[in-house]
């Protein structure tokens, strides 16, 4: 693809980051490798909405700025992390640095990222770990993202700050990106409703065997059939106030639902429990006044 065509390609991704809500103000980044040891990037400063070709910075892989931008432009200062995972991996041309609000939510409340729940998730994601907070702008911030980077990862969440998406083309990283929010917007949403089923064995080694038709490697896929999917899936589900959605087992297996009775027990012991229990001089108060109103109501 031509130079000026990559640029505006750029200029289009930020758009829709911007457009997205993805990055507020001049927050994100994002950069595409044109050859071993050229990188186009954007600028710093700048919001993704309104960035034209002639923002983009040429730089090399030690993130020196190789050209003397038209418009008096300089890089994006997260350049380490962009340049970290292209050292890293050969077949990445494309780094999208951003803050999706909801999958930033789970970075920053250090939850793993559930999996075996979303087919979409599984497939074009995978596995998304979690990296420690690292300080912005400083190179303990892509020292704790590579060691996180396997050959089938595209996806990490930075703690307490954002994503990065990493693919072999800008538009693909950028679908990673717009996947990753839709898909933590979708947890959250459940965790609302109170309840996630979370796939069987079974349906997770065949929706791994479509991801493999489909060309995605999974490792995952090695061991699923035991069970090894969802371990990570309790920090999330343990924040689901209805305790019987939290107590899946995450490996496929059948959970029990409490009953209406039991539940209403559950609610009426939390109530009692709010006020500080039976000992409570409110709680007695209140025992005491619904006493005198069926005395009342009953005549006697
Ligand atoms: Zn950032």
């Given at each position: 693809?031509?130079?000026?065509?990559?640029?505006?390609?750029?200029?289009?991704?930020?758009?829709?980051?911007?457009?997205?809500?993805?990055?507020?103000?001049?927050?994100?980044?994002?950069?595409?490798?044109?050859?071993?040891?050229?990188?186009?990037?954007?600028?710093?400063?700048?919001?993704?909405?309104?960035?034209?070709?002639?923002?983009?910075?040429?730089?090399?892989?030690?993130?020196?700025?190789?050209?003397?931008?038209?418009?008096?432009?300089?890089?994006?200062?997260?350049?380490?992390?962009?340049?970290?995972?292209?050292?890293?991996?050969?077949?990445?041309?494309?780094?999208?640095?951003?803050?999706?609000?909801?999958?930033?939510?789970?970075?920053?409340?250090?939850?793993?990222?559930?999996?075996?729940?979303?087919?979409?998730?599984?497939?074009?994601?995978?596995?998304?770990?979690?990296?420690?907070?690292?300080?912005?702008?400083?190179?303990?911030?892509?020292?704790?993202?590579?060691?996180?980077?396997?050959?089938?990862?595209?996806?990490?969440?930075?703690?307490?700050?954002?994503?990065?998406?990493?693919?072999?083309?800008?538009?693909?990283?950028?679908?990673?990106?717009?996947?990753?929010?839709?898909?933590?917007?979708?947890?959250?949403?459940?965790?609302?409703?109170?309840?996630?089923?979370?796939?069987?064995?079974?349906?997770?080694?065949?929706?791994?065997?479509?991801?493999?038709?489909?060309?995605?490697?999974?490792?995952?896929?090695?061991?699923?059939?035991?069970?090894?999917?969802?371990?990570?899936?309790?920090?999330?589900?343990?924040?689901?106030?209805?305790?019987?959605?939290?107590?899946?087992?995450?490996?496929?297996?059948?959970?029990?639902?409490?009953?209406?009775?039991?539940?209403q027990?559950?609610?009426l012991?939390?109530t009692s429990?709010?006020?500080?229990?039976v000992?409570?001089?409110a709680f007695e108060a209140m025992v005491r006044t619904i006493t005198e109103q069926i005395m009342a109501a009953t005549g006697r």
């Amino acid at each position: 693809m031509p130079i000026y065509q990559i640029k505006k390609e750029m200029c289009e991704v930020g758009h829709r980051i911007w457009i997205k809500g993805f990055c507020a103000g001049n927050e994100g980044n994002h950069s595409v490798r044109i050859s071993e040891d050229r990188v186009l990037c954007t600028p710093t400063g700048l919001s993704k909405g309104f960035l034209t070709p002639e923002d983009m910075c040429l730089i090399d892989m030690d993130g020196k700025q190789v050209e003397v931008n038209a418009k008096g432009r300089k890089r994006t200062s997260e350049v380490l992390v962009h340049l970290a995972i292209y050292k890293k991996r050969a077949d990445i041309k494309a780094v999208i640095h951003s803050h999706p609000p909801h999958a930033t939510a789970f970075a920053i409340a250090n939850i793993p990222l559930p999996e075996g729940l979303h087919p979409e998730a599984e497939v074009f994601l995978g596995k998304v770990r979690t990296a420690p907070y690292a300080l912005p702008s400083t190179q303990a911030l892509p020292d704790s993202i590579t060691p996180l980077i396997g050959p089938e990862t595209n996806t990490v969440l930075m703690g307490n700050h954002g994503s990065v998406s990493f693919s072999n083309t800008l538009i693909d990283t950028y679908y990673k990106l717009e996947i990753l929010d839709a898909y933590c917007r979708i947890l959250l949403l459940c965790k609302n409703i109170g309840k996630a089923n979370v796939f069987t064995n079974d349906q997770m080694v065949d929706l791994l065997k479509v991801k493999q038709k489909f060309g995605f490697k999974d490792s995952r896929l090695a061991c699923a059939p035991e069970g090894c999917i969802g371990e990570d899936n309790q920090p999330f589900l343990a924040t689901f106030e209805r305790t019987d959605s939290a107590s899946c087992d995450c490996h496929g297996g059948e959970v029990e639902h409490a009953t209406a009775a039991e539940r209403q027990e559950e609610v009426l012991g939390a109530t009692s429990r709010g006020m500080g229990g039976v000992d409570d001089p409110a709680f007695e108060a209140m025992v005491r006044t619904i006493t005198e109103q069926i005395m009342a109501a009953t005549g006697r």
